[in-house]
């Protein structure tokens, strides 16, 4: 399999961001970190497992001692490695558990995406799986700081959120989702 140009991963990434995440309201927080530029795009061509975890941990390392004015969250975005998504589900808790001993819990989290996302109990062609699916697998690398700050504005219950998302996306069908042309750099 071809590796995609890493210019071309992070152009279909912002696509995803600036149609989905932002164009659909999934994270009401993305927009104001997203127009300031402050989105850390890092495509990995780690060639291993654990190449791709070295990465992890030099990006939990890089993230937590950045200045959040210049950058506020990373995306680690694998573009061929984990196509699995319950093998990708696997590096999630590991990727969980590097934040615990990196002694970063309360500082740092991660949430992921990936485009055969499924939450636990759904059938694989459930729309509310398409809240999580991005091009490509993804560990967003985020600051709880910056969650606890924009929750502090928030006027909803943050429970909200969710239950808002899988009504979007209910509404907006399968049909909908695909209409966005959200989805892997075509190759050249």
């Not at 196509?83 to 991660?110: R, Y």
């Not at 996302?117 to 694989?124: G, H, K, L, S």
């Amino acid at each position: 399999m071809n590796t995609p140009n890493p210019d071309a991963v992070i152009t279909a990434m912002r696509h995803w961001l600036e149609q989905a995440v932002i164009g659909l309201n999934l994270c009401p927080f993305a927009k104001s970190v997203v127009a300031a530029e402050r989105v850390r795009f890092v495509v990995s061509d780690a060639r291993h497992v654990d190449a791709f975890l070295q990465q992890l941990d030099e990006e939990l390392d890089f993230l937590a001692t950045a200045d959040p004015q210049a950058v506020d969250t990373t995306l680690l975005i694998h573009p061929t490695m984990f196509d699995d998504f319950e093998t990708f589900n696997d590096i999630v808790g590991i990727a969980e558990e590097a934040v615990e001993e990196h002694d970063l819990e309360g500082v740092l989290q991660v949430a992921s995406f990936h485009p055969q996302f499924r939450f636990a109990d759904t059938e694989a062609d459930d729309i509310s799986n398409y809240t999580n699916r991005a091009p490509y697998p993804t560990l967003h690398l985020l600051r709880e700081a910056s969650i606890e700050g924009a929750l502090a504005h928030f006027p909803d219950d943050p429970d909200v959120i969710f239950e808002r998302n899988i009504e979007t996306m209910e509404k907006l069908g399968k049909t909908g989702w695909d209409a966005l042309g959200i989805g892997p750099a075509k190759e050249e």
